[in-house]
T-cell receptor, first 110, second 116 residues
Framework: LAKTTQPISMDSYEGQEVNITCSHN???????ITWYQQFPSQGPRFIIQ???TKVTNEVASLFIPADRKSSTLSLPRVSLSDTAVYYC???????????FGTGTRLQVFP | KAGVTQTPRYLIKTRGQQVTLSCSPI?????VSWYQQTPGQGLQFLFE???????NKGNFPGRFSGRQFSNSRSEMNVSTLELGDSALYLC???????????????FGPGTRLTVL
């Protein structure tokens, strides 16, 4: 069962790079790692997904070491609008339930 | 193409009543999953439907049920509502079953249920 662990909260300032790490020690061979962003009273919004090494899109990068037991979401030059809760999810086909971690509440200050 | 839609967006019910929530997945998506989100428990998995069959179920009582139609639209039903059922109910869709390769789940805006 691929349970994830993330820091509860993080603070940053506008223009800084933010790195949020997620631990997933029980990740299975075929599992992918997905990150979501959620604003209050809205559904989680897909940010990025990866399997190994590094994935980059227009909003973020995802770094996954060789053992895949953790992953790091990197948000370059955050702005106030990036203040949200960020969830790491490992979707495992063979589990009997899908589990989100507690999420990381990112607060960006001016 | 249109995203996942959920109706209604807001709902107020009283204890003992029942409620039905609806989810329309992204066109072409065949899997629909439901989640409950509360401040105390975070995001919790309710169940997953694929090809009109429930494939996975979370740790919720039998008062929570669902179904999926041939067009992949899904409904979830909660009977005999309790105060603790107040939550944001989220629906997510994907083409394949969650976890099968790099297919991604996309979430709807949610239905905010308040039980008085």
């Amino acid at each position: 069962l691929a349970k994830t662990t993330q820091p509860i909260s993080m603070d940053s300032y506008e223009g800084q790079e933010v790195n949020i790490t997620c631990s997933h020690n029980n990740i299975a061979t075929n599992d992918y790692i997905t990150w979501y962003q959620q604003f209050p009273s809205q559904g989680p919004r897909f940010i990025i997904q990866g399997y190994k090494t590094k994935v980059t899109n227009e909003v973020a990068s995802l770094f996954i070491p060789a053992d895949r037991k953790s992953s790091t979401l990197s948000l370059p030059r955050v702005s106030l609008s990036d203040t949200a809760v960020y969830y790491c999810l490992v979707l495992s086909y063979n589990t009997d339930k899908l589990i989100f971690g507690t999420g990381t509440r990112l607060q960006v200050f001016p | 193409k249109a995203g996942v839609t959920q109706t209604p967006r807001y709902l107020i019910k009283t204890r003992g009543q029942q409620v039905t929530l609806s989810c329309s997945p992204i066109s072409g998506h065949r899997s629909v999953s439901w989640y409950q989100q509360t401040p105390g428990q975070g995001l919790q998995f309710l169940f997953e439907y694929f090809s009109e069959t429930q494939r996975n179920k979370g740790n919720f009582p039998g008062r929570f049920s669902g179904r999926q139609f041939s067009n992949s639209r899904s409904e979830m039903n909660v009977s005999t509502l309790e105060l603790g059922d107040s939550a944001l109910y989220l629906c997510a869709s994907s083409y394949s079953r969650p976890g099968q390769g790099e297919d991604t789940q996309y979430f709807g805006p949610g239905t905010r249920l308040t039980v008085l």
